[in-house]
């Protein structure tokens, strides 16, 4: 259960972080998983538990963003006195302070230095990628960046 | 992509929130993903998206549960400044102040309701499940959570 890595390669490679996610290639540009404002919860817990994310972009007919529905926002209903609500939209449950994490958007333009600093300083585990119009593009996770920065990094075998 | 649901069974049904966690088999309790205090925080990592987890309990030789460390916890090491430290131990990482969410431990005798309580108030995505000694037992995430609130209930069909 020892790793042994090798991730020297990426080391005093700090253009990396000056390079556009676009070009580095890193998030889910495809499928994304949206829900609508008045999509109850429980659809969207469902959506989460069948696709495996941990957040939902809510998008308009057009596909403009408006906001995001994570994973945890759901939590605080769950609790027993309102657990009968997860017949409610998602919009009318983020409008109850039901909210953890905001959403957070960014270009495909932006440096992965910048999606780092925008995740870190909001608290956010995820971006979402809209282009000038607020349209969504895709979503670059935590996930996605830490797959990236360890990835040509790697160097694997088993003890 | 109109998902029907029935979660009607579970209504009017809150003593299953005064139901252990044990009793009612809520989250993993095998093979649970570990690391210890000397850990670098590259081989963190590598588990983290080897074994698709978002969090990993630090543990001692015996067993005894010291901390958790959180995939959102690299972020903040993945800043360009602090990118080479990723060589330095999860315990060097978390002193450092790049800790997020604390860690939350239950026992299995807690109720579903605790449970669900301690995730949303200490602002954690996962409780680490302990016996009497604080010795790990298991992890109870949000994802485990949900799953069981709309597993009993859930009713799909798609349009
Ligand atoms: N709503 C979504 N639809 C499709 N893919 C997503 C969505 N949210 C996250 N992802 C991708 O799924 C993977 C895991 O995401 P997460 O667990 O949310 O960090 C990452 O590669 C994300 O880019
Ligand atoms: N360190 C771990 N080792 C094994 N299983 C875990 C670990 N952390 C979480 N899990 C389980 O993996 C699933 C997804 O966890 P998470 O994405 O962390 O919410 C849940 O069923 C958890 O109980």
């Known amino acids: 259960r020892i790793l042994l890595y090798i991730h020297r ?14 070009k580095l ?10 829900i609508q404002q008045d999509t109850p919860v429980i659809v969207a817990l469902n959506i989460f538990l069948a696709r495996r994310v941990s957040a939902l972009p809510i998008v308009d007919d057009a596909g403009v963003v408006l906001d995001v529905y994570a994973k945890y926002d759901a939590i605080h209903l ?8 997860l ?9 109850q302070r039901l909210k953890v994490e905001g ?11 910048e999606a780092i600093s925008l995740i870190a300083t909001n608290h956010v585990h995820r971006l979402v990628v ?14 996605d960046i830490l797959s990236f920065l ?7 075998s088993q003890c």
């Open 130 to 143: 809209v282009d000038e119009g607020n349209h969504l593009v895709g979503i670059v996770s935590l996930s």
């Open 78 to 85: 769950a609790r027993e006195r309102t657990y009968n609500n």
């Open 150 to 156: 360890i990835r040509p990094s790697l160097s694997t």
């Open 9 to 22: 390669e990426l080391k005093g490679k700090p253009e990396i972080f000056r390079t556009s996610l676009k």
């Open 25 to 34: 290639g890193i998030g889910t540009f495809s499928r994304i998983a949206t």
């Open 87 to 95: 017949d409610i939209t998602v919009s009318a449950a983020l409008k």
């Open 103 to 113: 959403i957070v958007t960014c270009l495909l333009e932006n440096s992965l230095g």
